[in-house]
């Protein structure tokens, strides 16, 4: 960190900031191995540990959405992607292109190759809610889930201009039809409980 002073001469830390190529020498380097962190706008942020509510939700909606999906699309839990802005989340699912060997061999998918993001969110739900929504907008992600753990619901981000999601609705029941995939028609009961 770097002490600076402000206006009123007063001290304050500015973080180091990384870039996403300087995260990923560390890693390679096993600076990091054992610690679950994700990069966000340049800062490492320590991610939340998984809950049984969280680890078992999102295992099975990852296993309903490849069912539902088929080859349209790869499913991938917890596994980073690689956004503009020096940031590397890991959402919980990333509904991505299948684009064969590339993210085994060259890289993780890019904003480019997402069609959407979800997040099972306890603990992190304001990080999900007030900091990763606007990653995810600002890299134009068209669409973005929450789930609230605390209370079992949905929340569905679309259509991003100028880093803000403009749509926003909360859901518990019924279904829903990603934008990229608008024939299928999602249980949100099969996402929630």
């Not at 966000?40 to 809950?51: A, C, D, K, R, T």
């Not at 299948?98 to 993001?117: N, V």
């Not at 201009?161 to 019924?174: A, F, I, M």
Request: hydrophobic share 40%; net charge negative.
């Amino acid at each position: 960190m770097i002490l600076t002073t402000n206006h009123q001469n007063l001290p304050t830390i500015a973080p180091y900031r990384w870039t996403v190529e300087r995260y990923h020498r560390a890693i390679e380097a096993g600076i990091f191995d054992g610690q679950p962190l994700e990069l966000l706008n340049g800062v490492l942020i320590e991610m939340s540990p998984e809950g049984i509510p969280h680890a078992g939700l999102s295992s099975d909606a990852a296993d309903y959405l490849r069912e539902q999906l088929g080859t349209r699309a790869k499913v991938r839990d917890a596994k980073p992607i690689t956004l503009p802005d020096d940031s590397e989340p890991e959402p919980d699912i990333a509904i991505v292109k299948p684009l064969g060997d590339l993210y085994k061999t060259e890289r993780h998918p890019h904003a480019e190759d997402i069609f959407w993001l979800i997040e099972y969110a306890n603990s992190s739900l304001e990080k999900d809610l007030e900091l990763k929504d606007k990653i995810y907008a600002a890299a134009n992600i068209s669409e973005y889930w929450v789930v609230n753990l605390k209370i079992r619901e949905l929340i569905v981000f679309r259509a991003p201009v100028d880093g803000q999601y403009r749509s926003q609705h909360t859901l518990t029941s019924g279904t829903l039809c990603p934008v990229s995939f608008p024939t299928i028609q999602l249980e949100i009961a099969r996402l929630v409980q």
